[in-house]
């Protein structure tokens, strides 16, 4: 199923944000119908920074090749502000779309970027970012592949302003839309009123953002389409590798730690490691 059929159903859509090969892997094993590549956990995990836009173009489209060669599951890939102008938002599309990605989200902040539940954002001209839009839009191989419009204007401009951005988007070209870090559950309701029924509508649960986290259910109940909870795999890792380093550190050894990790056996299990091998023996020839 295309993620526009799959959005245009009733149930809310759930992508959990995915990393690499293994989380995108163990995130499908989980049961999930969509995956949401943030940047935000490729910058903590593959750099070990923050999300302030240090994650590249280049770095994204290898994270979304390694993750599309694991998964067949429709990918949403974060494309921050499109990296660069007009034209470079055009390559991004171009580029993510053959990595496998089956939608894009692009935002409207300024250069560097930094996390939408960070303090001290700057935003681009609406018209600039419609502008992206519409070159995004043309230069797509598939409509299949979907443009998420966000707009960080509720920090910036006010929440009225965000909503008058998201118009200009979705005349634009978007074909959903992310309005991000809204403050309240009456914004989230506002956001919902205003546009459920013309567009699929994205909702982003950060713990500890400046949005209060949501049940699915209950933003379904709004007439939210789509909702993604981008790094709280990374949160959930980071604390308990912290965890496993501390107790190996004191201990000298992984035993008292062994009823919170896989063995070697368990995790070759979920890495699929027998059925790949056999794969091998039979194209070597092999009974």
């Keep these: 199923m295309s993620l526009a059929a799959r959005l245009a159903r009733p149930e809310i859509l759930v992508a959990p944000g995915v990393y690499d090969g293994l989380t995108a892997t163990l995130a499908a094993a989980a049961g999930f119908e969509a995956l949401y590549l943030s940047g935000a956990a490729v910058a903590y995990t593959r750099l070990g920074r923050p999300d302030i836009g240090l994650a590249t173009m280049t770095e994204m489209a290898e994270t979304m090749a390694l993750i599309r060669d694991r998964v067949g ?22 580029v993510f779309e053959r990595a496998g990605a089956s939608a894009l989200q692009v935002e409207d902040q300024s250069f560097p970027k930094r996390c939408g539940h960070l303090a001290d954002k700057s935003l681009v001209p609406a018209g600039e970012m419609a502008g992206k839009i519409a ?19 509720i920090a910036v401009e006010g929440f009225e302003a965000a909503l008058d951005r998201a118009e200009i988007y979705l005349a634009a070209g978007a074909d959903a839309l992310f309005i991000e870090a809204p403050r309240s559950g009456e914004e989230l309701k506002r956001i919902a009123r205003t546009f459920r029924g013309r567009a699929p509508l994205m909702a982003n ?45 004191e201990h000298g050894s992984n035993a008292p730690f062994a009823d919170r990790m896989h063995d070697f056996a368990g995790l070759n299990d979920r890495l699929g490691t027998a059925e790949m091998l056999r794969l091998g023996a039979r194209f070597a020839g092999k009974p």
């Design 73 to 94: 599951l429709p990918v949403i890939i974060d494309a921050d502000t499109g990296h660069g102008n007009a034209l470079n938002a055009q390559r991004t599309m171009r």
């Design 135 to 153: 070159a995004m839009a043309d230069a797509r191989a598939s409509d299949a592949t979907l443009i998420i419009a966000r707009t960080d204007a």
């Design 205 to 249: 649960m950060v713990e500890g953002g400046a949005t209060p986290v949501r049940a699915a259910t209950d933003l379904q109940s709004l007439g939210y389409d789509l909702v993604i909870f981008p790094g709280g795999i990374v949160r959930a890792l980071a604390r308990t590798a912290e965890a496993y380093y501390a107790s190996l550190r």
